[in-house]
């Protein structure tokens, strides 16, 4: 843990061959955060469908697995502590999981 509390990364993977080509790169980097949480992999135009590979990721790195943005906002709500730093990492959708998570918590509802 930091002096000024935990770091809590987000991350949606984005596009399932760019998921499977650094996919234990990407184990390791998570591993480094002191919670994770796993969004389900953004699909683009060009490539469509998972395949399960995020929820392989999350229990690999020891994450929560999330299969939206809403769960994920909803999941955190209930775990983060004053003085955490999350990060929302991603090419994809998930950068509404921020603004969700300070909604909820400004409104005192962590789920």
Not at 30 to 39: M, S
Not at 42 to 47: G, K
Request: proline share 4%; aromatic share 6%; no cysteine.
């Amino acid at each position: 843990m930091t002096a000024a509390g935990r770091i809590v990364a987000v991350f949606q993977p984005h596009t399932p061959s760019r998921l499977a080509a650094f996919f234990d790169d990407f184990v390791a980097a998570l591993a480094t955060a002191d919670e994770r949480v796993v969004v389900e992999t953004f699909a683009s135009a060009r490539e469509q469908g998972g395949g399960g590979e995020a929820k392989r990721l999350a229990d690999l790195a020891g994450a929560t697995y999330a299969a939206d943005v809403e769960s994920a906002a909803r999941d955190l709500a209930g775990r983060v502590r004053r003085g955490d730093v999350v990060l929302i990492l991603g090419a994809g959708d998930v950068r509404p999981v921020g603004e969700r998570l300070l909604a909820l918590l400004a409104a005192g509802s962590p789920a």
